[in-house]
């Protein structure tokens, strides 16, 4: 009789604790392909019938790395989104937060079901997209900050480098105790250079200054970022950057009084007291070009590297304790940057351990950029091998 | 001088919610119920607090909001594992897996929105004039010191109160404490509750004060490192304390660490915390091979009364 009570009770706990993990499944990723722009019945009737006559507008699906809450990285690529949406006229898919591993090709292989173009926005990506694009040779897909492409998988990116340098310049004036502390992601050479870019802006105008460099290994954790700001700001800096997806580390440095910038976005209204600046994305006209190009029948794979000239990069407005005499330089020299007068990575150029990377009177070519894996002198960080 | 300096306030800060969910835990788990589901009720204490400071930017409402989920899921767990007696193990899990789904679910909306600081700092500039103790607490802020406080109250009400007295005897032989008069069943549903608000403060802490966002799962395994703590504690709050600091210090490590110029790979420093875990329970394992754990002695085996063992 005790056993069976037992056994009975066990079993309540058993379904009770299915429910429940069943519930915490279903909450976290179905919701979002729900409004799918995919048709009603009555839709795919009519539609049959006026296929020849109305050009179909494609089905459109982004893949997110974090949430578009995220106030930087995808919350430029949603803004895109949204630009691209009022533009054309259709209703995209999203799905946000979606891990850099194999659950992602999962989700590519769902989405390229029923979509015709995908923007997988993170370079993690970039295996799985291709993986899921030789499946699907119908479908279009977009990796951002990738290399590698397909007949029908192209990738888009932009020269940020620029845009960090700029950041350099605002941060070297900004600089008291010439110790400027960055927070990386990854060590992979998208990071490295905009590091080295942001050094040599520093450096163009304060040569005494250091960056320190420390790596998060996460696009977007909160908490991660802002343990990692705080040790900077423990080991005495007082101007700090990131290359990553949220506005930890402006707040973290906004709590002790010291200056940053994050990246992607313009961070201003989560502490406009300490916000420098950062260089920031402008998706959407791209998004409308290349989907209006899908529309048309134009569109071909390529690797799309926008620029400060046609906006894709640009740098965040300085903020409001930043003076005038910075903004001034800052903005005469994007122009100069615009213009083609000067080009951040033009030597000479040494690396940290002193041995000469770039000679006087060269300038890097964007492949060598591409794959940089050194950092340039005055920056204090390590780069696993 | 200094960067020991800096460590403790880096500890304290990062130990501080590891310290309210492990005191939560030892309070259940000195009754006799296993606590596994601290990491589920972190993340509803965090998303809680995330939404209601959001949505009213008043501390004390939050406070009461987390209070008021805290003490639902405690009922929750108290009803599967006091009156159902369901399998402790398999509930916490439960409210685990519970907790990281529905937290995530009901965060959505505000993913990734930083949260205004919503604990005042208790400022006593006076307290820097004494040496170096003075400046670590001279700007901590209102939900440290409640930890403190906390602290030194527990471990009054467990070793010096008859009420104390009948936790610990009902953790160690629940049907004793039976003959003796006390309501096993009731008490543990109360101890329940209870553990599992100060567990809710643990997550509203985490994000009120250490990293003002809401992110989905932004506990990352605090709410086990706390299960582990319990052990290392021996279920005792003070011991409690200083193994929270511990890991709260060896949580900040890893980017000190690479600030050195240390060329171990930072993959390696992210770790420190787990494998340190893993090691001190090994030592502690190997040191007490021939003595008692200090675990109460009828932990997970649910109170039936007139049950023959």
């Known amino acids: 009789m005790k056993h069976r009570k037992k056994a009975v009770a066990a079993s309540a706990a058993f379904l009770l604790a299915l429910v429940f993990v069943i519930s915490g499944c279903s909450s976290s990723k179905t919701n979002h392909v729900s409004n799918n722009s995919t048709k009603t019945p009555a839709e795919t009737a009519a539609g049959n019938a006026a296929a020849e006559t109305t050009a179909k507008l494609p089905r459109v699906a982004f893949v997110y790395i974090g949430p578009p809450g995220d106030g930087g990285w995808t919350f430029e690529h949603d803004k895109g989104r949204l630009f691209m949406e009022e533009k054309l006229g259709i209703k995209a898919d999203t799905v946000e937060n979606v891990p850099e591993s194999a659950d992602a090709e999962r989700i590519i292989t769902e989405l390229a079901q029923n979509h015709d173009i995908i923007f997988t926005t993170s370079f993690g990506y970039m295996d799985y997209t291709l993986n899921v694009a030789k499946k699907f040779p119908d479908v ?165 590297s926008g620029s400060l000239a046609d906006g894709m990069v640009d740098i965040a407005p300085l903020g409001p304790n930043v003076p005038e005499e910075v903004r001034t330089l800052v903005n005469d020299t994007k122009t100069k940057l ?15 351990a002193g041995a000469v990377k770039v000679e006087a009177g060269k300038t890097l070519t964007l492949e060598e950029i591409l794959v940089m894996d050194w950092f340039v002198s005055g920056v204090d960080g390590t780069i696993p091998k | 001088m200094e960067i020991v300096y800096q460590m403790l306030l880096a500890a304290i800060s990062s130990g501080t919610p590891l310290l309210f969910a492990a005191l939560g835990g030892i309070l259940i788990e000195r009754s ?74 009901l965060g959505k909306p505000v993913s990734g929105l930083p949260v205004p600081r919503a604990v005042p700092k208790l400022d006593m500039p006076w307290l820097e004039a004494v040496p170096f103790i003075g400046r670590i607490f001279a700007h901590l802020d209102y939900l440290t010191w409640f930890s403190f406080v906390l602290v030194i109250a527990l471990h009054m009400f467990i070793h010096k109160t008859s009420w104390g007295l009948h936790l610990r005897a009902m953790g160690d032989n629940p049907a004793t404490a039976d003959v003796m008069g006390i309501p096993v069943h009731a008490l543990r549903y109360g101890y329940i509750i209870a553990g599992s608000i100060l567990i809710g403060i643990a997550g509203a802490d985490l994000l009120l004060v250490y990293s003002p966002t809401w992110t989905e799962g932004m506990t990352t395994g605090r ?52 494998i340190v ?30 049950q023959r063992f």
Not at chain 1, 155 to 163: H, L
Not at chain 1, 175 to 196: Q, S
Not at chain 2, 287 to 304: D, Q, T
């Open chain 2, 277 to 306: 875990t893993i090691l001190v329970l090994m030592f502690l394992g190997w040191r007490n091979r021939n003595k008692p754990s200090g675990s109460p002695e009828a932990l997970g085996v649910p109170y039936i009364r007139e």
């Open chain 2, 223 to 274: 709410g086990w490192i706390a299960v582990a703590l319990i052990i290392f504690a021996r279920w005792n709050p003070v011991r409690a304390l200083i193994c929270a600091y511990f890991f709260g210090a060896l949580d900040m490590l890893g980017f000190r660490i690479q600030l050195i110029g240390s060329e171990i790979p930072s993959y390696f420093l992210k770790m420190i915390p787990y």
């Open chain 1, 338 to 352: 615009i213009n083609g007068e000067i080009s951040v990575f033009t030597g000479p150029i040494k690396d940290a």
């Open chain 2, 32 to 105: 006799g119920i296993i606590q596994l589901g601290a990491e589920g009720l972190m993340l509803m204490g965090a998303v809680t607090a995330c939404l209601t400071f959001i949505h009213t930017g008043s501390l004390t409402v939050t406070l009461l909001a987390v209070c008021g989920i805290s003490i639902v899921l405690g009922m929750i767990h108290a009803f599967l594992s006091v009156s159902l007696r369901a399998n402790q193990i398999v509930c916490g899990l439960a409210m685990t897996l519970f907790g990281a789904g529905l937290s995530a679910y």
């Open chain 1, 140 to 304: 279009k897909f977009l990796h951002t900050a990738g290399y590698k492409t397909n007949d029908n998988m192209g990738t888009f990116f932009g020269k940020n480098y620029d845009a960090s340098y700029l950041s350099g310049i605002a941060a070297g004036k900004m600089t008291k105790k010439n110790v400027i502390g960055y927070v990386g992601a990854f060590p992979i050479p998208e990071v490295i250079y905009n590091i080295n870019a942001f050094m040599l802006g520093v450096q163009s105008v304060n040569p005494e200054a250091k960056v320190s460099v420390v790596w998060t290994n996460t696009w977007y954790d909160p908490t991660t970022e802002r343990q990692a700001a705080v040790s900077l700001l423990d080991k005495g800096a007082d101007v700090l950057l990131a290359y990553q997806d949220s506005p930890a580390t402006l707040q973290a440095a906004a709590e002790r009084g010291a200056m940053a910038g994050g990246n992607d976005s313009d961070m201003t209204r989560f502490a406009p007291e300490a916000y420098l600046t950062n260089p920031i994305w402008n998706w959407g006209p791209y998004y409308t070009k290349t989907v209006q190009s899908v529309i048309d029948g134009t569109w071909k794979s390529e690797q799309y």
